[in-house]
């Protein structure tokens, strides 16, 4: 090496502790507040005016609580946070039970077990976009091969799951079982391969059976993961907006129209940016409230 | 003790059944599950009478129909006017032709290929370089109100993007950033943020102290130590994350539907939209599809070593 090149190496190697922490979140804490915070607080501004986007020219008043008293009286609004709770809450017990079972299994560590598990998570490498407006296809009665499948196992005739009132909700929920299942058993299987194995042996010295081994040791030790993967997908599927909004586009009505869902419609077609930032913020701090209750339960079990 | 079980194998490894019992269940699930795309990738290769079909075709006559409505923009001729044309020259020429239709131009297909490639791949490549710097710093180092920072970081995941896209609309027409690669770049690299200094801090945290503070006693300098001890160590992490980032930047949808239109637009707001004569060209969205869906898998396989191992990156520890 060269002189000069040298002597900036050397001193960029002997970086004090203290430069090094500031060089190396800077970068990440300044993107985060220009992409993130800033919108943020925006938004809770625009939720106080009057402002709309189309008319970006027009002078902006402040109108104080008013949207916000509108959002929280109005019953439709309720109806859409009560759409995400019921899409949010089946999908992450359905997705955790299967998910969980699943690395189970594979923890087996049977014979080419690791390329099962890549086909396994093929699903989850797909465009939630995509696969919306291709299970519309796959959902469509007179074309689709699920209404085909579900009559080979019982005659139900043609049915129409994206415009039946009751089925609607499921549907969505069968493709974000479908998709994200996966995203919760791999990082379960994650869990399963870091006990380490001389506890079992412990365990079998000591003479615990199985069923015992499962309750006081594999279980409590994939907990920590399973709740990340479980906080993960709950704050995805709250702000779940891409493959519902192809697959069903919130109807048939308003059946499926979640929380994302309503903003859109609200924001981009109908232009009341006021009233959607107000909503935005709301549904913000719901999910923040219990995002920060969820990560203080899990560094509590990650600590005992 | 007495030994009950089978002495050949370690009280640990699970029995012949019970494995024999297990992969028979993952490749029942795997079945099930596989059906929809494997209904995707025939439909591709379908004509639009054998996609509308109905009970659904499982055999038929392959056609690249789907692949050519996709890369061209047609239009319809009279008759007439297409006998007064010379025989086609090429096979997707021909295709075309069967239809009573003539090519006009290639379609925007690939130039939003181009643009997933660069905006999905650029973005991974910065959250992974940013997030890995960040990871290591908090996992390493004293940082004040640290957890609440971690937490700020989580946090900034759980606004919804179509309620930050008319801020981040507004901000970017002033920066002149709407619609193009950079800008794209920045929002994906900042979202996948997150999400990879919560993964990376989990692999570094892994990585026993004790690797560094020995290289730290032999002189080495820190940034010495992060770059001959930590970022090898952390290799299979970095892998394992950089899967996850290319998977959410490629296939993000909300941002890109509401900020991109011409210049950077990606494939996942394309696709939707790509429209035949009766409502969507089924057969070229299951085309586009299969290939969009293309480098993600080479990606995951190419990486794949470090996939597996990543996630059993735990284990190294004990």
């Given at each position: 090496m060269h002189g000069p090149i040298k002597k900036i190496n050397t001193k960029l190697l002997n970086m004090s502790d203290r430069s090094i922490v500031w060089a190396f979140t800077l970068p990440t804490l300044i993107l985060l507040v220009f992409i993130n915070i800033y919108p943020l607080i925006w938004t809770i501004y625009l939720s106080f005016t009057d402002f709309k986007a189309n008319r970006p020219g027009r002078v902006i008043h402040w109108v104080?609580?008013?949207?916000?008293?509108?959002?929280?009286?109005?019953?439709?609004?309720?109806?859409?946070?009560?759409?995400?709770?019921?899409?949010?809450?089946?999908?992450?017990?359905?997705?955790?039970?299967?998910?969980?079972?699943?690395?189970?299994?594979?923890?087996?560590?049977?014979?080419?077990?690791?390329?099962?598990?890549?086909?396994?998570?093929?699903?989850?490498?797909?465009?939630?976009?995509?696969?919306?407006?291709?299970?519309?296809?796959?959902?469509?009665?007179?074309?689709?091969?699920?209404?085909?499948?579900?009559?080979?196992?019982?005659?139900?005739?043609?049915?129409?799951?994206?415009?039946?009132?009751?089925?609607?909700?499921?549907?969505?929920?069968?493709?974000?079982?479908?998709?994200?299942?996966?995203?919760?058993?791999?990082?379960?299987?994650?869990?399963?391969?870091?006990?380490?194995?001389?506890?079992?042996?412990?365990?079998?010295?000591?003479?615990?059976?199985?069923?015992?081994?499962?309750?006081?040791?594999?279980?409590?030790?994939?907990?920590?993961?399973?709740?990340?993967?479980?906080?993960?997908?709950?704050?995805?599927?709250?702000?779940?907006?891409?493959?519902?909004?192809?697959?069903?586009?919130?109807?048939?009505?308003?059946?499926?129209?979640?929380?994302?869902?309503?903003?859109?419609r609200a924001a981009f077609e109908?232009?009341?940016?006021?009233?959607?930032?107000?909503?935005?913020?709301?549904?913000?701090?719901?999910?923040?409230?219990?995002?920060?209750?969820?990560?203080?339960?899990l560094n509590k079990l990650k600590e005992t | 003790m007495s030994t009950t079980y089978d002495t050949s194998r370690s009280p640990l490894e699970p029995s012949r059944n019970s494995k024999r019992v297990a992969a028979f269940l993952i490749i029942l699930y795997i079945i099930i599950t596989s059906i929809p795309i494997l209904f995707i990738a025939s439909t591709a290769f379908k004509t639009d009478e054998d996609a509308m079909s109905y009970p659904p075709k499982i055999l038929f006559e392959p056609s690249l129909e789907g692949f050519v409505n996709l890369v061209?923009?047609?239009?319809?001729?009279?008759?007439?006017?297409?006998?007064?044309?010379?025989?086609?020259?090429?096979?997707?020429?021909?295709?075309?032709?069967?239809?009573?239709?003539?090519?006009?131009?290639?379609?925007?297909?690939?130039?939003?290929?181009?643009?997933?490639?660069?905006?999905?791949?650029?973005?991974?490549?910065?959250?992974?370089?940013?997030?890995?710097?960040?990871?290591?710093?908090?996992?390493?180092?004293?940082?004040?109100l640290k957890d609440d920072l971690l937490f700020f970081i989580l946090s900034t995941r759980m606004f919804p993007p179509v309620a930050a896209a008319i801020p981040i609309f507004l901000m970017y027409r002033y920066l002149g950033l709407n619609d193009t690669h950079l800008g794209m770049i920045i929002l994906y690299t900042t979202v996948n943020l997150s999400l990879s200094v919560w993964l990376l801090?989990?692999?570094?945290?892994?990585?026993?102290?004790?690797?560094?503070?020995?290289?730290?006693?032999?002189?080495y300098s820190r940034l010495h130590t992060f770059i001959k001890i930590i970022l090898p160590q952390a290799a299979t992490g970095i892998a394992a994350t950089a899967i996850f980032c290319l998977i959410f930047s490629w296939n993000e949808y909300a941002f890109a539907v509401l900020l991109t239109f011409r210049q950077a637009q990606t494939l996942p707001p394309f696709i939707p939209t790509i429209i035949g004569e009766g409502g969507l060209d089924w057969p070229a969205v299951a085309a586009g599809t299969l290939i969009f869906i293309v480098p993600v898998i080479i990606f995951t396989i190419l990486l794949r070593k470090h996939l597996v191992r990543g996630i059993t990156f735990g284990a190294v520890r004990k």
């Open positions: 104080g609580m008013k949207w916000y008293e509108k959002a929280l009286t109005n019953g439709d609004v309720w109806g859409y946070m009560q759409t995400t709770a019921h899409f949010v809450v089946w999908t992450i017990l359905i997705q955790a039970a299967l998910g969980f079972g699943l690395s189970l299994l594979l923890n087996r560590k049977f014979k080419g077990n690791e390329v099962l598990t890549t086909i396994v998570i093929l699903p989850m490498m797909l465009s939630p976009a995509v696969v919306g407006v291709f299970w519309k296809y796959i959902y469509q009665p007179q074309a689709g091969i699920f209404d085909y499948i579900i009559n080979v196992f019982h005659h139900f005739g043609s049915f129409s799951m994206l415009s039946n009132v009751s089925l609607a909700p499921w549907s969505i929920i069968v493709v974000d079982t479908w998709m994200w299942t996966p995203f919760i058993m791999l990082l379960c299987l994650a869990g399963l391969r870091s006990i380490p194995g001389y506890i079992y042996e412990a365990a079998e010295v000591d003479g615990a059976s199985k069923w015992q081994q499962f309750i006081h040791i594999t279980f409590p030790s994939v907990l920590p993961f399973l709740m990340l993967a479980v906080l993960f997908r709950g704050i995805e599927n709250f702000k779940m907006f891409d493959m519902v909004n192809e697959l069903t586009g919130g109807g048939p009505g308003s059946i499926t129209e979640v929380a994302s869902i309503y903003l859109k109908k232009w009341r940016t006021g009233d959607s930032s107000a909503f935005a913020v709301i549904l913000f701090v719901c999910v923040l409230g219990a995002g920060m209750i969820y990560v203080k339960i | 061209t923009r047609r239009s319809r001729q009279s008759k007439d006017f297409l006998k007064s044309l010379p025989p086609p020259k090429t096979w997707y020429e021909k295709i075309v032709r069967e239809r009573q239709m003539v090519i006009v131009g290639p379609s925007r297909f690939l130039g939003r290929f181009g643009n997933s490639l660069i905006i999905g791949f650029g973005a991974t490549f910065f959250s992974i370089f940013f997030g890995t710097l960040a990871a290591y710093a908090f996992s390493r180092f004293k940082i004040p801090k989990g692999f570094i945290d892994e990585i026993p102290k004790e690797y560094e503070e020995a290289a730290l006693v032999d002189g």
